[in-house]
């Protein structure tokens, strides 16, 4: 071998070499930003508890609380509401087949009373008796 490769190939695997120690404190530093985003996102359990007892039971409500529990309020309201419309419906078109059936079955009975009572005449005899 040359010099001249001999020179290239230890500057190729200096190089080599540099870019393995840069990328592996560049994961080390990744790792580290990684654990500030976690304490940035996540608090500690003792700051979430302080920060949910933060208003004592007798202070009075910000406005914001105020407004969402109206929010929550009237959402439960209006749910509720299309709750109980929904079963009123359902209970009406129940009733109102029921109530179908009923006169279906009925009139079929008249039908039948009237088909077995005929007596050949037209209005049926029974309906135009005269009584002295």
Not at 46 to 75: C, I, M
Not at 91 to 105: A, G, I, L, P
């Amino acid at each position: 071998m040359t010099w001249r490769q001999v020179f290239l190939l230890s500057g190729f695997s200096a190089l080599v070499f540099l870019s393995m120690l840069r990328e592996g404190t560049a994961q080390a530093a990744g790792e580290e930003a990684s654990e500030d985003a976690k304490q940035k996102i996540f608090m500690q359990e003792s700051d979430a508890s302080n920060f949910l007892k933060r208003r004592g039971k007798r202070s009075p409500k910000s406005q914001d609380e105020v407004n969402a529990e109206g929010r929550q309020k009237l959402r439960a309201d209006e749910l509720r509401r299309e709750y109980h419309e929904e079963q009123r419906n359902e209970f009406e078109n129940f009733v109102e087949e029921q109530n179908d059936e009923q006169e279906e079955r009925s009139r079929e009975a008249v039908e039948q009373w009237r088909q077995w009572h005929y007596d050949g005449l037209y209005p049926s005899y029974l309906y135009n008796r005269h009584h002295i």
